[in-house]
């Protein structure tokens, strides 16, 4: 029988990102290929499930919106037959990746997040579309053409700058001048400020 390592299944809103508000049920896959300083998922752990325990706890949930996240999901051999299995039920599937892996073609919504910290990795991620990406910032003199190199390489409807956390403190300062300067001289297809509202409103 198919098992899959999975952190958690969860129904809330998308906290994040051009979806903001979104009612969705989140699975949450283990393990990821980065080790980034503030992440404060604990990808490793999980429980063992079977495709049909999965599909049975996610239609307790009423949205028929999912998001497949982790850990980083790319990195999940199997991620394929869960997609497959939840497609034929009719969901729509949205992922959260760092991008470094390829995303299967059967996902909807694609939400890259290239990590500042890993930019000898970047800016040649295997996924070079997206719908949006989400940069978390880091105050550094290369952030700015991390950012800029990472624009010309993914092509995405939608560029988000998410503040850092970091105990409880988010470095918003800091995010609004690298919004201005990536803004600078732009009217078009400009960069938006993406805020970690679920951690404001208190949901998962
Ligand atoms: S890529 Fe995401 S899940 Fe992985 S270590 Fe970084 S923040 Fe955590």
């Not at 390829?102 to 970047?122: G, N």
């Amino acid at each position: 029988m198919i098992q899959f390592n999975i952190v958690e299944i969860f129904e809330s809103l998308q906290g994040e990102g051009y979806n903001t508000g979104m009612p969705a049920v989140f699975i949450r896959l283990a393990a990821c290929n980065l080790k980034c300083p503030w992440c404060d998922t604990d990808f490793m752990s999980y429980q063992s499930m079977s495709l049909e325990h999965i599909l049975n706890t996610v239609s307790q949930f009423q949205s028929k919106n999912i998001i497949i996240t982790g850990g980083e999901p790319t990195i999940n051999k199997k991620l394929p037959l869960l997609l497959r299995a939840l497609k034929q039920e009719n969901y729509y599937l949205a992922i959260e990746s760092n991008g470094l892996g390829t995303v299967d073609p059967l996902i909807d919504y694609i939400a890259l997040s290239p990590k500042f910290y890993y930019r000898h990795q970047y800016p040649f991620p295997l996924q070079r579309q997206a719908d949006e990406v989400r940069i978390v910032v880091e105050n550094h003199p290369d952030f700015l053409t991390f950012c800029q190199n990472i624009e010309q390489h993914i092509q995405a409807r939608h560029y988000f700058l998410s503040p850092c956390e970091q105990n409880n403190q988010f470095n918003m300062l800091t995010t609004l001048q690298y919004l201005g300067r990536l803004n600078q001289n732009r009217h078009n297809n400009k960069w938006l400020l993406s805020i970690q509202t679920h951690k404001l409103a208190n949901i998962e």
